[in-house]
């Protein structure tokens, strides 16, 4: 399917365990974000790459390590789950940066994933 | 990136306009002034965008205040499907979007 695709879309695991989640785009867009959404906080920014082989930090990167060997692909890996990391997890791409000395590239999300960890 | 102030929550009609409100009054000269929406168990989507002058698309206006301290995203009529959080997010030339909390818009049949 064209577009932008979270898998799995529902997770349960427990505390611990690794859990990877997917990210597909098929725009070939240069930027891919990782977001989180928990009750209260709005959505924040994990990590983003701005290209294969670059990442960089966002606002709560603990806990969370990215991959990006594909430009399509951006996996998100929980290495050892915790409670807290239980929230709503939001995968975003744009074709580059937002403001360009040309152009605007909006962010189109994924439908997400709900993550729980017990 | 600057931070923006907006109402946790707003009610509307529907097919009456809705002017949503954000503060800014810290914002650069640079700082171009973004909005997504959230639409019930869906990602953010892009709404406007605007850096000094008023904008419209086909989803809203945005209206820019003289001095960028403030700016209002204009629903011309909404409708039940306008139903959203709706986020108001400033940045520079930097390649992040810094979400807050946004205002929840509900909208009455």
């Known amino acids: 399917d064209a577009g932008i695709t979270q898998s799995p879309r529902y997770k349960i695991t427990e505390t611990g365990r690794q859990v990877t989640l997917m990210c597909h785009q098929t725009w070939s867009h240069s930027y891919m974000f990782w977001y989180r959404q928990d009750l209260g906080h709005g959505l924040r920014l994990i990590y983003y790459?701005?290209?294969?082989?670059?990442?960089d930090k966002g606002e709560v990167p603990d806990g969370y390590v990215v991959s990006r060997s594909k430009t399509e692909n951006f996996p998100l890996t929980l290495e050892s789950a915790t409670r807290s990391q239980t929230s709503v997890y939001f995968c975003?791409?744009?074709?580059?940066?937002?403001?360009?000395?040309?152009?605007?590239?909006?962010?189109?999300f994924g439908p997400g994933t709900r993550l729980t960890v017990l | 990136d600057a931070k923006t102030t907006q109402p946790n929550s707003m009610e509307s009609n529907e097919e009456e306009p809705v002017h949503l409100p954000c503060n800014h009054s810290?914002?650069?000269?640079?700082?171009?002034i973004h909005w997504y929406r959230q639409l019930p168990s869906q990602g953010p989507e892009y709404v406007i965008h605007g850096l000094t002058s008023n904008v419209n698309n086909r989803m809203a206006s945005l209206a820019i205040a003289e001095d960028r301290k403030s700016s209002t995203l204009i629903l011309h009529r909404a409708t039940l499907r306008d139903a959203a959080v709706y986020y108001c997010?400033?940045?520079?030339?930097?390649?992040?979007?810094?979400f807050g909390t946004g205002t929840r818009l509900q909208v009455f049949p």
């Open positions: 997010i400033l940045n520079q030339y930097t390649d992040k979007l810094i």
């Open positions: 975003a791409s744009s074709e580059l940066g937002i403001v360009t000395h040309s152009s605007y590239n909006e962010q189109f």
């Open positions: 810290t914002i650069s000269g640079t700082d171009y």
């Open positions: 790459s701005a290209a294969a082989d670059i990442t």
